[in-house]
């Protein structure tokens, strides 16, 4: 296989603590990597680099991971900028919001939904996301939940069924008897597609219980959990998430101390999504507070046609660092590996020998311009796989 060689780079995260400085980003100076494939196959100082087949320049410009987007709802059609134009104007968010897309995406085609998909994968893609998540949950029955996922499995590994994402219309007299269906024949037909199960465990959605109902149906099938928990409000969803070993607690707006001593002392991953808190108005998540108590962090867009329609990690990296707490490297680490660790994947997230070669050239000197720029397209290149992608 050809190997090429990235050379003179001014600081090169790695995510590897054990190589450069020794902090968690494991920050190289005057570094390079090698790509054999579609793997890295060595990383060190510039002047120590083995001779390869090809050579690329950075001139002294900073290299990355790929970003990792863990929370994503790409599977939709439709639009509802009147909704966001009205809460700009004062209305506050509420869950029910999604019912619109749900008729949206029901009347679309697979193709249409396809392209979408296509479209805003295209989108992260040059804002340096190497890897990311979707859901299934704008389609709400049983043929409509099974063709996003066949769909959204043509583009990602990391599928998601969220046939719990609000009740329909049609089931709006009968939340039981649409659980029952979202962990009977639904789950049935949407487990082959999908690798995890999500649910919106939130006043308006899926109380505790129908939210345990439907991860333990699907842990049962084989699917791992994940949860939208306490994004509008506190509720049971994050200690429910520990309780089951779900991979990520997703939102975690609202927490009380035993929510963040659970998140601390357990494995699951809260994963925080700003793009919500911007586009909605609310309350920022306190990611200093979970840092503090030990809990793992990942940063996600959230990107869904509602309450965060970005598709830009480098714009949650700097929302992250100006308004949660956190500092440029933890931000751009919860980025990275956070967002691996959300999706329990060892392969991404990091530049290390025997990583997937997933890697963006920002055209700054360092990882801090991401938030000390923000809104700039700092991208100047992305691998994805080993293969030059932008």
């Not at 002047?47 to 320049?57: E, F, G, H, Q, W």
């Amino acid at each position: 296989m050809t190997t090429t060689a990235i050379t003179n780079i001014a600081s090169l995260v790695t995510n590897d603590p054990s190589l450069g400085n020794g902090t968690p980003l494991g920050l190289i100076r005057d570094a390079a990597v090698v790509i054999e494939g579609d793997r890295i196959v060595w990383t060190g100082e510039s002047s120590k680099a083995p001779t390869t087949d090809n050579v690329l320049d950075a001139a002294g410009r900073a290299v990355i991971p790929g970003f990792v987007d863990s929370h994503s709802h790409l599977l939709f059609a439709g639009d509802r900028t009147q909704e966001f134009n009205a809460r700009m104007s004062g209305r506050p968010y509420t869950a029910g919001g999604i019912r619109t897309t749900v008729a949206a995406t029901r009347a679309a085609s697979d193709d249409e939904l396809s392209a979408n998909v296509a479209r805003y994968l295209a989108e992260a893609l040059r804002q340096g996301t190497t890897t990311f998540e979707t859901k299934s949950g704008y389609g709400l029955t049983v043929e409509d939940e099974a063709r996003a996922l066949r769909i959204a499995a043509r583009h990602t590994d990391e599928v998601t069924y969220l046939g719990a994402h609000v009740v329909p219309p049609e089931y709006a007299d009968d939340p039981a008897g649409y659980v029952a269906l979202v962990t009977g024949p639904m789950l049935n037909a949407c487990a082959p597609h999908a690798r995890w199960i999500d649910v919106f465990c939130e006043k308006g959605a899926f109380d505790g219980d129908q939210a345990r109902a439907v991860l333990t149906a699907g842990r049962a099938k084989g699917l791992h959990p994940r949860i939208h928990a306490n994004q509008l409000t506190y509720g049971p969803g994050v200690q429910l998430a520990v309780e089951l070993d779900a991979a990520s607690a997703d939102h975690c707006t609202h927490l009380t101390d035993a929510d963040v001593d659970a998140l601390g002392q357990g494995d699951t991953v809260a994963t925080l999504l700003p793009g919500a808190e911007f586009s909605t108005r609310a309350s920022w998540p306190d990611a200093r507070r979970l840092l503090d108590a030990g809990a793992t962090v990942a940063l996600s867009t959230d990107c869904n046609p509602g309450s965060s329609f970005t598709s830009s990690m480098p714009f949650c990296v700097a929302l992250a660092v100006r308004d949660m707490g956190m500092t440029p490297d933890e931000a751009l680490w919860s980025a990275t590996a956070g967002g691996a660790a959300a999706l329990r994947r060892t392969d991404i997230g990091r530049i290390t020998p025997g990583a997937r070669a997933d890697l963006v050239l920002l055209d700054a000197p360092s990882h801090v311009h991401l938030a000390y720029r923000p809104g700039v397209p700092l991208v100047g290149a992305v691998w994805q796989r080993g293969e030059r992608t932008v």
